[in-house]
């Protein structure tokens, strides 16, 4: 995996660090000369990794503290400083130890001085600058490591494991981004509940897996004969949610009659020895003004005509 890193300072230091670099890895390599051209360079790519000249401490403060300002706090940096070989540092610049305090407290995760002989850094505290920037890259990829669990962790969270449908929570969290949608662009939405029609009496005569079996058919049967643009989830137990955007009320309900049909009108094989006729009750509403941005009025308001549905008869649509 490739990664990038941002080099700031002298051209001298550029050419320096590049050489180090480049047996290391495939990195796609930026510079920067100081703290305004480092903070467009990431602000157009964000970089792994930032290798930051630090023999004047002013700058090199500025340029670590953009990590904060920008929130890429991610970033692995690396201040690195120079001395020449012999020298004592002057009485008005900060020693060693407390200069590397400074930087480290500014974002910096890793600070090192290379002693400079006729201009060239001594083989050793080469090795040093080496090993730190194989730290790095390696600190960046178990980042991506971390990063790319999390977002399956997150997608497991949001999918029901039987039926493979978005969940609850996924709902919790799309439902007011659609709405907000919605009205930001001046167009309806409508949302239907789904419940399998007496599916406690599936489980009590055929058991719990001919149950699972039916919710699983059923979800996919939905999946299959909806619009693109329309989003299904499991809503919990027998019952499932579709968000309908750009729909009006009259149009909702046809699609709930279509839907009734569809599962209705062919039955659904179990397995070889067994078939079971299913109907579902749909209760369907319409975006309103006044209703709240997460989404529970509207949801409250299809719930109580599912009830209707249920309660006149099931196998049914109600809109109003």
């Not at 407290?105 to 201009?119: F, N, S, Y």
Request: net charge negative; with cysteine; aromatic share 4%.
């Amino acid at each position: 995996m490739d990664h990038s890193i941002l080099i700031v300072g002298s051209s001298a230091f550029h050419m320096m660090v590049q050489q180090k670099v480049h047996p290391l890895t495939s990195a796609v390599v930026s510079y920067a000369e100081d703290c305004v051209q480092a903070g467009l360079s990431m602000q157009a790519k964000q970089p792994d990794l930032m290798v930051v000249q630090a023999d004047d401490l002013d700058t090199a403060v500025s340029t670590l503290q953009l990590k904060e300002r920008n929130r890429f706090r991610w970033i692995y940096a690396l201040a690195l400083s120079s001395r020449a070989h012999g020298a004592e540092p002057k009485a008005e610049v900060p020693a060693w130890p407390e200069k590397a305090s400074t930087l480290l407290a500014a974002g910096a995760d890793v600070c090192l001085q290379l002693q400079e002989t006729e201009a060239t850094p001594v083989p050793h505290e080469l090795r040093l600058l080496e090993a730190q920037l194989r730290v790095g890259i390696n600190a960046v990829t178990r980042y991506r490591e971390l990063l790319q669990t999390n977002d399956l962790l997150s997608t497991i969270a949001l999918v029901d494991p039987l039926t493979e449908l978005s969940n609850r929570r996924a709902l919790d969290w799309d439902l007011p981004r659609q709405i907000q949608r919605s009205r930001d662009r001046n167009r309806p939405l409508s949302l239907m509940i789904f419940d399998l029609d007496f599916f406690k009496n599936i489980n009590d005569s055929y058991g719990h897996l001919v149950g699972d079996v039916s919710l699983k058919l059923l979800s996919a049967r939905l999946r299959h004969n909806l619009r693109s643009n329309d989003t299904l989830f499991r809503y919990g137990g027998e019952e499932f949610v579709v968000i309908l955007s750009d729909t009006q009320a009259e149009e909702a309900g046809e699609i709930g009659q279509r839907l009734c049909q569809i599962i209705g009108s062919q039955a659904f094989t179990i397995n070889d020895d067994l078939e079971l006729s299913l109907t579902v009750s749909v209760g369907v509403a319409v975006l309103n003004d006044d209703d709240d941005a997460k989404g529970l009025t509207l949801l409250e308001r299809a719930d109580q005509r599912l009830r209707h549905a249920k309660q006149s008869g099931r196998n049914r649509v109600v809109t109003v």
